[in-house]
């Protein structure tokens, strides 16, 4: 039975019933007080049983999908006619502050995308049922940091219980607003687009970030982006049937997905994306895992195939169709503009988490866990990447420049050797031992610059590591020397653990003039303090969109 992730202890894994999640928030009722627990305990009974109902999450790519480069002004009008916006009057006007502009007038962006499981118009034929209204069933908030070159996309559980905040209705009115699951905040008003100003309402009620920006997929969006980058590769640990696709068929059905890598789209790639059964303990967590693998690949391909006009504007094509924006993003010139904003992103620097969750006890949804997502939302405010590196786009001081100098030199590193060709076959994974931000990148580029093959993969499970320690495995003693010669005074230890870890220490901080994350004597009032380190439950489960896509595409055990 899997254990709680983020929670001290263990407590039960999902239950069978985690499939019928609450069809409330509908026809003008409102969401969270609004809705009693008899009320939907009465809907459950009542609910007649569907045939082939396919419960498809639709996925929210158009973050990614948007970068539309060259077109001339009749491809301009084309995708402007395409593209619908929500009501502005909806957000909320209690909102919190917009992100500061750095020194150098950078700013991060904050983007909801929405994977909207609407059965209107088309999407009823890919959906498969006969549920009206909308769900969002995948919901990632994309933190862009003002460097514009990391990204980070985390992913909430549709089933947690959160507050809900007053969402204005299609009739012009107000909900009164209350705890209820999250995805019942896009269906309050019952409507088939769906209420995307709620959920973005409530994303700022919870994490207490500013959205910029939000972008809804619906089915028919997600299939035909799929299509026009000529499908994704993605990866299955086991063979997927059409009793997995929907249990109500009661028995194994025919062969949908194969085991193994595989490029699908279209109505496969439906399939891949909202499946949670027939893998791991069948609940949302191996799902958004999946979600995760997928938009990793797509990104990948994207980068790959560069952003020619040819490859590029079919899928503006596509996406546009089925998309709907805030008013800040309502024309292709300004989806232009934030796409072009995102091409300096590296596939490795564009990380995928979930938010810490733990199962509940009295049901079979979710809680967020705190203190550690709120540590995850400071994070993301103060612009800091989840291993700790400052990204406001901030440049360092030219050469010359006439900063005060210290009364005392720190020892400095001494300049990292130049490196032969066999040192890229050493794979080396960096923690921070301290709570230094940004130290861990720091030996990461230091690796990277004497030709290793090195990954900055989060904080250590300690931040009271004094000297830096290279840990290897069986057989990597030799090339765990060559690495442990970049950090003059590190320790060599054997682990049981496969491969070579660096965890870089107090030594390799003071070495670097970066203390040991204190706050700097002298600095300016008003300075906001570091963020406190992730937990390893955040950043060991990270996905960067290079990683291996066979990897972390599950959770839990059976099926």
């Known amino acids: 039975m899997p254990t709680t992730e983020g929670a001290t202890g263990s407590v039960p894994g999902p239950r069978s019933s985690g499939r019928a999640e609450a069809r409330r ?3 003008g009722k409102g969401g969270g007080a609004d809705a009693t627990a008899g009320g939907r305990a009465a809907a459950r009974k009542n609910a007649k049983p569907k045939k082939n109902v396919k419960k498809i999450v639709a996925w929210s790519a158009a973050g990614v999908l948007v970068l539309i480069a060259g077109a001339g002004g009749a491809i301009y009008f084309k995708l402007n006619a395409n593209i619908k916006s929500f009501d502005a009057d909806a957000i909320a006007t209690d909102r919190p502050p917009e992100a500061k502009a750095d020194a150098d007038g950078n700013k991060p962006v904050n983007v909801l995308l929405i994977g909207s499981d609407s059965r209107g118009g088309n999407n009823s034929d890919l959906g498969g049922g006969e549920d009206g209204g909308a769900r969002s069933d995948t919901t990632i908030l994309l933190h862009v940091y003002a460097d514009h070159k990391h990204a980070v996309g985390i992913s909430i559980p549709r089933n947690a ?3 809900i905040p007053s969402c204005k209705l299609p009739n012009g009115k107000w909900t009164k607003g209350g705890n209820d699951l999250f995805n019942a905040a896009f269906s309050v008003g019952g409507s088939d687009s769906g209420n995307p100003a709620c959920t973005q309402n409530t994303i700022e009620k919870v994490t207490g970030i500013r959205v910029d920006h939000t972008m809804v997929v619906d089915f028919n969006g997600f299939a035909a982006m799929t299509k026009a980058v000529n499908g994704v590769d993605i990866c299955l640990p086991k063979p997927i049937y059409e009793g997995d696709i929907n249990p109500n068929l009661h028995k194994k059905g025919n062969l949908v997905l194969p085991q193994g890598k595989q490029t699908v789209e279209g109505q496969q790639a439906l399939d891949y994306v909202r499946l949670r059964h027939g893998i791991g ?10 979600q995760q693998a997928f938009m990793s690949s797509l990104a990948t391909k994207m980068k790959k195939d560069g952003l020619s006009p040819t490859n590029l504007l079919p899928l503006a094509d596509a996406a546009t169709k089925s998309l709907t924006v805030d008013p800040g993003l309502d024309s292709a010139d300004k989806l ?17 988490v979930t938010a810490p969750w733990r199962y509940r006890t009295q049901d079979a949804n979710i809680d967020l866990v705190q203190p550690d997502a709120n540590k995850l939302w400071e994070t993301l405010k103060a612009d800091q990447t989840i291993d700790g590196q400052n990204a406001t786009g901030q440049q360092p001081d030219a050469p010359g420049s006439t900063s005060a100098a210290p009364s005392q030199a720190a020892p400095s590193t001494p300049p990292a050797p130049a490196g032969d060709a066999t040192n890229s076959s050493i794979k080396v994974a960096v923690y921070n031992g301290t709570t230094a931000n940004g130290l861990a990148g720091k030996a990461t580029e230091q690796l990277k610059a004497a030709k290793f093959t090195a990954t900055t993969a989060g904080q250590a499970a300690s931040t009271k590591q004094k000297t830096t320690t290279v840990e290897y495995g069986s057989s990597q003693k030799a090339n765990a020397e060559k690495v442990a010669a970049l950090f003059p005074g590190a ?10 870890s660096v965890i870089v220490g107090q030594d390799f901080a003071a070495a670097n003039g970066m203390g040991s994350g204190t706050p700097t004597a002298g600095a300016a009032p008003g300075t906001p303090t570091a963020p406190q380190p992730l937990p390893t439950t955040v950043t060991n489960d990270a996905r960067s969109a290079d990683d291996d896509i066979c990897a972390n595409t599950t959770y839990g055990s059976g099926g």
């Open 25 to 27: 928030a509908a026809q």
């Open 161 to 163: 219980i959160v507050p």
């Open 281 to 290: 303990d069948g609940s949302d967590i191996g799902r958004m895992k999946r």
């Open 336 to 352: 232009l503009s934030f796409g072009l904003s995102l091409k300096n992103i590296d596939m490795h620097d564009l990380k995928f």
């Open 491 to 500: 320790t060599l230890e054997p682990s049981s653990a496969r491969g070579i």
